[in-house]
């Protein structure tokens, strides 16, 4: 999607690189006068990619395969080893090739085109759609936000301040109030306003309470009302830093909105966000962007090969 | 009996693997599994490799009693190094007796602190510590508001200096209003920051250079992965924390970053924060925690739970009643209000083991609660006490004054029916005491 033009990879890279220098060092170290790839060399791979939040599961998978391709080769060199892996994880990411989200032509079909954006709590749901409505707004699209946080102190004002900052306008409804009915007044606003993008902000709620993830069902069944193809995106949040809660997370949300797209905040620490990996492979949930800092321009394209790239980037 | 079962248990042991006691290899499988199921909880990768060579040492150097399966042994010997990795003992917060108590809670951005910051205030005004609530978070916007409203609806000051953006000054201007207007507590609630981040982590060390706080919290997501090690230590490193908070342990993450930072920093685990009601904190328990991360539930908090909030006396009449098999619509009643205050059915079913995941797919409807207590309070005194009087004109007229259809009404008086149907057995199998066996439950 060409819609920004603004993907900074050196950012992106910079942001990676105490993660890449780590993941690559620790591998380097791995294979430093090993010729030759044993079940000692396998095992450190593992732990590297454990150490990923890739999980046991997949990791361990992963290192299968690239074993059973390492017998049919030749070249025994780490070099070509880790070149395997990251053939390996490449597929994975690659499972959700054809995405069922958003291209530019997508956009033009649908309007307003609707972002439901949800997540558990603190993973930067309202950081992340400042972001979004800023880059959006700069891309020449006319944003409006609907702030349905109705339920944690000071959500508003905080996504208040955001939109200010990115010039464009918003909806926001009293505490304590149903979210549903912010939903509902903000798609008629967008209606009214003519917009062409409206992202939906909602509470952060862990998928383990059933009664606020139903909640979540009534907000996409009420914008429905006034917008019937809405919404056409559910994107689902997910800290950089989660484990492998972040699968069960994904699972579950899964299963009272189709979720279209994952956004990885926070990746600007150190932390690997390997967690990706597994949605990936399991639910086929494409990653769409990821955070990496607290700017309103510090969000990013996800892009698989450079994501890969800059953890290996080493590699060739 | 037992004795019986376990020693043909043993038998068969035996007859499978042509031995009595564990040996390398029979044990490496079980360790394998359980190095699975620490990762699979979020427990870093050394730190569990770490963990598990010195468990395995221990069963090794074990010989199988008679009475328990290796199985048991190893999830004993597994249970007791977690709790002991993760504290040994809970431990408090350390209160200055006499002066200003001060407590900086610190961490990554999301993880919970500024509604920590609210809970830890209520809790601590609850034990009438005058607590003041110190907004030192001047980056994210509305923060302060967060904060603000927050201390409002627990009736606690709030101390901010508006469009200031300089934190040390803040807090130290906040611990100098406490001691000029009584107060003896203040809570700083400082900005989440990357510990990657050198200016942030130069900022928070002034602070706490500055104000020198009686106790430095680090604040940390129970879901939070790998990387958990990482972030720890430069905290840690930065500003030399006290205790650990473990936030948002209401979700299913199974908690292990806990154990991971514990292994690298050794910095006790002080609280538990679950759920976004100001009042769901708890101290910290390192053998509850080491169950949840086994996958064994937490039956122990949900027993202690219950006896905290119910009270004593009524719990006794209500044991009478339930022994006299007179449990009738007032009792009812009272027990549904004691459940009330032991938080929400959903928390209550976290708790305990295996009935999370039975009642997955069931609606739990605290909402429930309140349509029973409106059918039970539009009886008359004489038809709580004596349910025979229920007949159909009176159902009707109940269903009518609570606003509920008459089948409600017909479903809750057969429940009640087969309530006491259950107590009756229950008191003629001595079932009552089984809660107290609740304990092993988990390990077994």
Redesign the interface.
Known sequence: MALFSNINFEKLRSGLS?TRNKFINNLNEAFTGIELVNEDTLDEVE?IL????I??ELSESILDMARIKLKEEKDLSKDNFLKLIKHELGKVLTKNADSRSNSADEMEKYKPYVILIVG?????KTTTIGKLASNFKNAGKKVIIGSADT????????????AGRAGVEIISGK?GSDPSSVAFATMEAANKMNADVVFIDTAGR??????LMHELSKIERVIKKVVDHAPNEAYLVV?G??????L?QAREFSKFSQITGLIVT?L?????G??IFQICNELQIPVKYIGVG?GIDDLQDFDKQKYLDALFNEVA | MLEDLTQKFERALKKVTGQGKLTESNISDTLREIRRVLLDADVNYKVAKDFMDDVKVKALGQEVLTSVSPGQLITKIIYDELTELMGGQQRELSINPSGTTVILLVGLQGCGKTTFAGKLAKSLSQKKRNVLLTAADVYRPAAIDQLKQLGNNINVPVFTIDGSKDVVKISQDSIAYAKANNLNTVIIDTAGRLHIDEDMMDEVSRIKQTVKPNETLFVVDSMTGQDAVNSAKAFHDRVDFDGIVLTKLDGDSRGGCALSIKAVVSKPIKYVSMGEKLDSIEVFHPDRLASRILGKGDIVSLVEKAQEQFDSKETEDLEKKFLANKFDFDDFLKQIKMIKKMGSLKSIIAMVPGLNKAMKNQEVDDKQLVKVESIIQSMTIAERKNPKLLNGGRRKRIAKGSGNSIQDVNRLIKQHGEMKKMMKMMNSKGGMSSLGNLRNIGLN
């Open positions: 105490k732990s454990i150490s990923s939040d999980g046991s558990v709590n603190g993973a930067g339920f944690r102190a000071a959500a508003n004002e905080q996504l208040e301040v955001w505490m862990l998928h383990t309470k059933n009664d800290d830093n989660s484990g492998q809660n972040a069960t926070k600007d620490g150190t932390a690997k390997g967690m607290e």
